[in-house]
């Protein structure tokens, strides 16, 4: 389906962003690969790529922090590559603490990533996406996106930020070819949450499987994670002709997590 398109996928070295990576290869697009990690290991995800999918697939390790960076990812795609159509704004990080509490430079640290990297990879990607008459922007923001939870401030300023973004591109990109979309994924078994059920199994002193239940059962009423693989399938649709009219709005994955 997406055979001779280009896309960028930030924060893609583990979690989400390569779910996410994994299934356009196997859609028959082209990658850049984008996060931190080992030389080694990343240049076997690289060509693992390329091998199982038959695309390219091209390592980028553009500091998301820096805006500079940012649009340089994307310039450096099209030369590379010669396109850029679908463009996953992923990359993220977390911190939490009560707002009054909060570190100064966490929070800028989490804009910085979150979501300004968003805006400038967006403002890169829509003038060469505009000339040839099609993109697709997809910000991988969160449940956190539709809702608040304690201790999260720049986490959640980030991800509504990401929505409200996504509304003002479908809007500007509206019957240009390009879509642009929010996905707000629930709870998703990454590094990141791991961490999160070893604390709340250490602080509460009660098994993993304990802590991963109680994980789930304060928030997802499906009691079972999201995949990267299904967020994965739900980029995937829409960069699909069925989805050309489905802009400026965001999907919850999230096992009912905001219908509450």
């Known amino acids: 389906m997406l055979k001779g398109k280009v896309a960028i996928v930030t924060g893609s070295t583990s979690g989400i962003g390569l779910g996410i990576a994994r299934v356009l290869a196997g859609q028959g697009a ?8 080992d030389a080694d290991e990343i240049e076997a995800l690289r060509s693992d790529l390329e091998r199982a999918h038959g695309v390219r697939a091209v390592y980028d390790g553009a500091d998301m922090s820096k805006g500079d ?66 993109g697709r922007i997809i910000n991988i923001a969160s449940a956190h996106g539709l809702v608040g939870s304690v201790h999260k401030a720049a986490y959640v300023a980030a991800k509504h930020g990401l929505v409200g973004l996504i509304k003002v591109v479908g809007l500007e990109t509206a019957g240009s070819g390009i879509t642009a979309n ?38 997802q009423p499906s009691q079972a994670f999201v995949t990267p693989e299904q967020l994965g399938g739900t980029v995937a649709f829409l960069c699909s002709p069925a989805a050309d009219q489905i802009t400026g709005t965001a999907i919850a994955v999230d096992g009912a997590w905001t219908a509450q």
Not at 30 to 37: C, E, P, Q, S, T
Not at 192 to 200: F, P, R, S
């Open 182 to 219: 929010a996905v707000c994924p629930g709870w998703v078994l990454t590094p990141l949450v791991e961490k999160q059920i070893a604390d709340i199994a250490a602080r509460k002193k009660i098994s993993r499987r304990d802590a991963t239940m109680e994980l789930l059962g304060e928030k």
């Open 69 to 134: 960076a940012v649009r340089g990812l994307v310039a450096a795609t099209v030369e590379k590559l010669g396109r850029i159509d679908i463009l996953v704004n992923n990359a993220g990080i977390q911190f939490t603490a009560p707002v009054e509490e909060f570190s100064a430079a966490k929070w800028d640290a989490i804009l910085a990533i979150n979501l300004s990297a968003a805006f400038h990879g967006i403002a890169a990607s829509v003038p060469p996406m505009k000339k040839q008459g099609w």
């Open 30 to 37: 082209d990658i850049v690969l984008n996060g931190f990690g």
